[in-house]
């Protein structure tokens, strides 16, 4: 049962959530309005009964970098029955088997938060990561990089500029690699070039997720990483990194 903790906690995610309780609710209502006045549980029932009939045996199903639940058995509506027993099972019978269903409404309501994601938080946008840029700032995490500050000013104005581009990681790591061993075999006495040496911090996406940007030598490339992947982008525009002590 993990309806909506695969949301990432961004305005459509918080959305297609409250959708999916409030048809809940709203089928649960109908059902308490048509259900007859000596039979109905008390709300307080109802609502544990919801609950509890969430319960179920998934599958978890890999779509869109996300996994998702597939209830398959009731686990929840097989205890309350156990629970309650066959002589009031009649007025508890299709509150639990709501809320067993409210495991296909959250699903398909995540898969609605992915389709609207895509609209309002587009990958191929740099700006759907930096969306905000104010606090930018640079760490060193590589003995490679220099001693370099943000111009957020340019930042800002290059950001539109950033295409997405076909990352490969492999061989970036092959580079260093053979770096090292041109090192460890004498073959050169020039320090290893780590391709991403500075991080930059301070940025915030609109998605409200976690993210950490790393930023290529020449100031050029962003590549960002989240909880399931990595983009990569480029820009032709001057780079936004200046040397310590140069004006902004």
């Not at 090192?183 to 320090?191: A, C, G, V, W």
Request: glycine share 6%.
């Amino acid at each position: 049962m993990n309806f909506f903790w695969n949301f990432e906690w961004n305005i459509v995610g918080i959305m297609c959530t409250l959708l999916g309780w409030t048809l809940i609710t709203f089928w649960g209502l109908k059902n308490y309005r048509e259900q007859d006045k000596e039979e109905r549980p008390r709300i307080w029932r109802i609502v544990i009964t919801v609950w509890i009939g969430l319960l179920s045996f998934s599958f978890n199903i890999p779509f869109a970098d996300e996994l998702h639940s597939l209830a398959i058995l009731p686990l929840g509506v097989l205890v309350l029955y156990a629970f309650i027993g066959k002589k009031r099972w009649g007025a508890y019978r299709k509150y639990a088997w709501i809320g067993f269903t409210g495991n296909y409404i959250f699903l398909l309501t995540a898969l609605l938060a992915i389709g609207l994601s895509s609209v309002f938080y587009p990958k191929d946008e740099v700006e759907t990561f930096l969306a905000d840029v104010d606090s930018a700032e640079i760490l060193i995490t590589h003995p490679s990089g220099e001693e370099v500050i943000v111009n957020k000013v340019k930042l800002e104005e290059n950001l539109h500029s950033f295409e997405q581009t076909r990352s490969d990681v492999i061989q970036w790591f092959e580079e260093i690699r053979e770096q090292q061993w041109a090192i460890e075999d004498n073959r050169t006495s020039e320090k290893v070039q780590e391709r991403f040496p500075y991080l930059l911090t301070g940025v915030k996406p609109k998605t409200g997720e976690k993210i950490t940007v790393y930023v290529e030598m020449d100031g050029k490339g962003l590549l960002v990483t989240t909880k399931n992947n990595q983009y990569y982008y480029r820009s032709d525009s001057a780079s936004f990194l200046e040397k310590r002590g140069s004006a902004q």
